[in-house]
């Protein structure tokens, strides 16, 4: 088996307003590639994806290969999404507001009791903390995997929401919520994109908010932005041979120092302070290294502008406590600064968020609004713990019951998977 690649571990840090669509961008799907989501050109421009996701197969040794490696199949791969549009209302049984792990399987239960879904999602593609924060980091606690890449639990959800061909919208924050009134009574969920759903429920999964990194105070740094300077790693090989500087003192700066510090030409962390935040033996490591000379510690710096054109980075200047400036000659600014969350415009859908979540009840996962369900991260009831598995829970519970809003009067029929198979919508 190949050794998966430990990037940082990152925090949720501080939480302020989301900058949208700021998070370190994936590459483009290949062209040539049947399997790629969009299908069409309209749905590119939409930022839709729907249909037929793309296939993945995890059998194929090349594949597993590539994926160990930190290649992403077509279902990982970022498009940027929709400018502004105002559209007809889509129809739908169930609007799943965030694609992260535990949105993702929320669609699959709901397919499998024959429900629709439409997935909304504010980043530019699926898989919430898990693609954005730590994509090559084993995850140990999900059943039935002594150790799986967060990337690929991804794929793997998104392989077993496919056969009930879930549309999902990127790069759209959704904004309002709104009951209307008639029968059945449907909920209206608009995006910041001028989409509009209706739906008879709506399950919301949206982790800690729409959320971005912080971004240091940089002159031009948009210019630099997705060529030079990244906030997160999706993979290390992008980064051989470079120089990098890596800015911040927590662990993922720490982390990804150490990690890069073996396919870097060279790699030099500036902190502002002579101490770093992290785990006390990565932060042993990293003085071992530095006293070997295999990287440099530039402490106690911080950044104070980025010179090169054309989003080509030449060098980052740094300063001292007395604005004494440093030269560093780099390639890359890879800025750890945590990140920011904001549950944003969820805060006036009624909702009654107490200390940034979504009070339930633990049984039906419904929240104070009827036919609208809270999971994953963002809900919250006595014993909660914010765990994958518990999430996935959760969207078991929360399909259940948004059956009864989405077929009024039908009987639901228990089955297990074993005997009812998957079902075809
Ligand atoms: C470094 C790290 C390591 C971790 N390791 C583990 C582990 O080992 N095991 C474990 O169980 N858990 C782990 N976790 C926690 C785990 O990642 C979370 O519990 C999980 O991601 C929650 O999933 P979710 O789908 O509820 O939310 P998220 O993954 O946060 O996804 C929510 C999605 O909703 C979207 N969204 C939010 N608001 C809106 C809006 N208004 N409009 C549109 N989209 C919106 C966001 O863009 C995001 O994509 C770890 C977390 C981190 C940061």
Known sequence: MIAPEYPGRCRLASRGRMKEGSLGRLASPDPSDPGAWPRSEHQRQCGVWGGEPPQTSFSAPAAR???AAGFRTPALYSQKGSPSMTSSPLRTDVVVIGAGPVGLSAVFQC????LRCHVVDALDGPGGQLTALYPEKPIYDIPGFAAIPAGELIERLLDQAQPFAPTYHFSQLVTGLERLEGTPALWRVTTNKGLVL??????VAAGAGAFGPNRPPLAHLEAFEGTSVFYSVSRREAFRGQR?????GGDSAVDWALSLSEVAERVMVVHRRPKFR???????????LAAEGRLDLVIPYQLKALEGAEGRLEAVVVADLDDQEKRLEAQVLLAFFGLATDLGAMAEWGLGIERFAVPVTQETCQTRLPGVYAIGDVATYPGKRKLILMGFAEAATAAHNAFADCRPGEALHFEHSTTSGVPRL
């Open 65 to 67: 290969l590539r994926r």
């Open 111 to 114: 397919g499998m009791l024959r």
């Open 198 to 203: 209706e739906a008879a429920a709506v399950i």
């Open 244 to 248: 990098v500087v890596i800015a911040g």
């Open 278 to 288: 992290c785990a006390p033996e990565s932060a042993a490591r990293l003085e071992a």
